[in-house]
């Protein structure tokens, strides 16, 4: 049975760890096995086509260690590779865009939405199409907010705020700085009549606060995150694949319940950080070598 | 406040009553305000231009009657219109088509789905698009059953069958002639690996028990109708615009929770098969005249 098989959770990094946080949190009888393509992180600065066949790879190496549904926890993959990864594995395949789109569409009044994302995924034009395909007719408008995923970083990096979850601690990035670069991001959203924004960027939940203060009062958020958690649950409870309280005991004796692989040799890093952001120490983490791309195309 | 608007539904004619039905069962707090267009049903055999038409005069003509959502309850109008109309209200609107492809790719293990629909339905493409946005290694295998329809609109005028509810008589269409036509319109769909079928079309719910039968055990049916009206549920509940029990109250004194609205002078045809599918009396049927194409396009 598919029951006790975990689940794929697939990001060019870290910022994968806040969907695995909220899918691991609406779904605690779950097993996760979390790929951080670290090593080739980011791919955002990369041709759409790398990024297609690095999706390839990394879902090729999923499904190959049994899961039994892979999310793409990464947007600029999702707008890249989803398509292809969905023809080519045998189990469903989901990504962060559509669920969020879907969310925003649900909730907004004014029947106008904004998305933050890095200015690939705006670029890429995957979540105006995404909203477009629900609804021809909600307005959206985006804004590029990459510095904030070059805050997270540099602030992971710096080890500065590691020193604890950062749910438990909200005031971890409410700094000026913060504040200041949040008013700047949201600027463009501002005087459009946007009510909902989505945090088109796995790395954004971590500043939700700081984002909707910007924001101010009556915009409302939907978090990518948080909504892909909801469509994984439903795709499982569909297709009574939800793992139980007892279902644990049927995975193969022994195996830690949330796994971690990465491409990169510092597995030490990736510890610190994903703590941080997963929110739970990652106790099980192993170094990974992915499929050569040239074994990749014989196949 | 919205929470006391009723869900505004159209259909062409009755079988949008399936979906009206599955969403007064789901939603047994909600008032619903429901137009048939009788006296131009058929839509299927009607070019897309006219219907796109037909789906702004009534979706107008509803948003006019302060509805806080409108469900197209038809798969051709949805087809046909439904962007069209997203772009023209105010309040959001959704078709019968993606709820129904969500709910088979989420369902689907073979990553094979069959459509059951009209001849216009399966030429539109509509469900494959809708299935494909979501999914794109799904296999999608139609098969156009408009006889199904014609058999239930002819049993609905002839009266034999309207001794009662439906659901109450599942026996109702369990004749040996139903049991034929139900092997020969699913005959498409065999063979293929199918695991899940969308009724994607109004009038199926109604032949659900047969089809299942003719389909086999292990191919499990998606009702658009029910699908649509989850979808509608998660709507409202996102929007804060869910009718509580207290809700009732509030709307304008004394009008009954279920209106009906006809564009054909015949009531009694609507009222008697309408109790059929809607399963309760309609107490409260109306004839109306929609605003004139013309009127419509000085808009």
């Given at each position: 049975m598919s029951l006790s098989k975990p689940i794929g959770i697939f990001d060019s990094g870290l910022g994968g760890l806040t969907v695995a946080r909220a899918i691991a949190s609406r779904l605690p009888d779950e097993s996760i096995y979390y790929v951080g393509d670290t090593k080739r992180?980011?791919?955002?600065?990369?041709?759409?086509?790398?990024?297609?066949?690095?999706?390839?790879?990394?879902?090729?190496?999923?499904?190959?260690?049994?899961?039994?549904l892979?999310?793409?926890?990464?947007?600029?993959?999702?707008?890249?590779?989803?398509?292809?990864?969905?023809?080519?594995?045998?189990v469903p395949v989901i990504g962060v865009i559509e669920p969020g789109a879907r969310a925003a569409i649900q909730a907004t009044?004014?029947?106008?939405?904004?998305?933050?994302?890095?200015?690939?995924?705006?670029?890429?034009?995957?979540?105006?199409?995404?909203?477009?395909?629900?609804?021809?007719?909600?307005?959206?408008?985006?804004?590029?907010?990459?510095?904030?995923?070059?805050?997270?970083?540099?602030?992971?990096?710096?080890?500065?705020?590691?020193?604890d979850d950062w749910m438990e601690n909200p005031e971890v990035f409410d700094t000026a700085e913060v504040r200041e670069l949040a008013q700047r991001n949201v600027a463009p959203l501002m005087g459009h009549g946007v009510d909902t924004?989505?945090?088109?960027?796995?790395?954004?939940?971590?500043?939700?606060?700081?984002i909707s203060a910007a924001l101010g009062p009556g915009v409302r958020t939907v978090s990518s995150a948080e909504e892909t958690a909801r469509e994984v649950a439903e795709i499982l409870e569909r297709r009574g694949e939800l793992a139980g309280p007892?279902?644990?005991?049927?995975?193969?004796?022994?195996?830690?319940?949330?796994?971690?692989?990465?491409?990169?040799?510092?597995?030490?890093?990736?510890?610190?950080a994903g703590k941080f952001i997963f929110g739970h120490p990652l106790d099980s983490i192993e170094h990974i070598e992915l499929e050569t791309l040239e074994a990749l195309a014989a196949r």
């Open positions: 992180c980011p791919y955002g600065t990369r041709p759409q086509a790398e990024v297609r066949l690095f999706v390839r790879q990394v879902g090729h190496w999923l499904e190959r260690h049994d899961v039994k892979v999310v793409i926890a990464c947007n600029t993959a999702t707008a890249a590779g989803l398509d292809v990864i969905q023809r080519t594995l045998s009044r004014s029947r106008r939405v904004g998305v933050l994302a890095t200015q690939g995924t705006v670029d890429s034009g995957a979540y105006e199409r995404a909203i477009h395909n629900l609804d021809a007719g909600v307005h959206v408008t985006q804004a590029p907010a990459g510095s904030f995923v070059d805050l997270v970083e540099r602030e992971l990096a710096s080890g500065t705020y590691l020193h924004v989505v945090l088109g960027c796995t790395h954004f939940p971590l500043l939700a606060r700081e007892d279902t644990a005991d049927l995975g193969a004796g022994g195996e830690p319940k949330y796994r971690f692989a990465t491409t990169s040799d510092d597995i030490t890093s990736f510890a610190v």
